[in-house]
């Protein structure tokens, strides 16, 4: 794991979200940094390599791959893990409670809540 996994993966790990997080989990054809099985979360941190040329598009063909099969994806930079791990986890329980608020919408309609 790099630095900023690690860093991460400590807060995440033990329930501090109240959710399990599982890391390195294989979703269709991809491979996620951390991800909640019961809210379909993953969570993505985003190296330097992630701001090379090229590399936008295939980030953006992954997300929205992984968003077709109702997983929700956030993304953070290793920097922002680094130097600001209290807003990172802040913006992870937003996206946590709007999730709880409004469930995404499985294929067939049915909703993860249901």
């Not at 995440?12 to 099985?37: E, H, N, P």
């Not at 469930?103 to 909703?111: D, F």
Request: aromatic share 8%; glycine share 6%; with cysteine.
């Amino acid at each position: 794991m790099t630095l900023s996994e690690v860093i991460l993966w400590r807060e995440i790990k033990g329930k501090t979200l109240d959710f399990k997080f599982s890391r390195q989990i294989s979703i269709d054809q991809y491979i996620v940094d951390f991800y909640c099985k019961e809210l379909q979360l993953a969570i993505e941190i985003d190296g330097s390599i992630h701001f090379e040329e090229g590399h936008h598009e295939k980030d953006s063909i992954r997300q929205k791959r992984l968003e077709s099969l109702g997983v929700t994806v956030i993304r953070f930079s290793s920097l922002d893990i680094e130097n600001n791990l209290g807003w990172v986890i802040l913006e992870i329980e937003k996206v946590i409670s709007d999730l709880q608020t409004h469930p995404q919408p499985l294929q067939g309609g049915e909703h993860s809540n249901s």
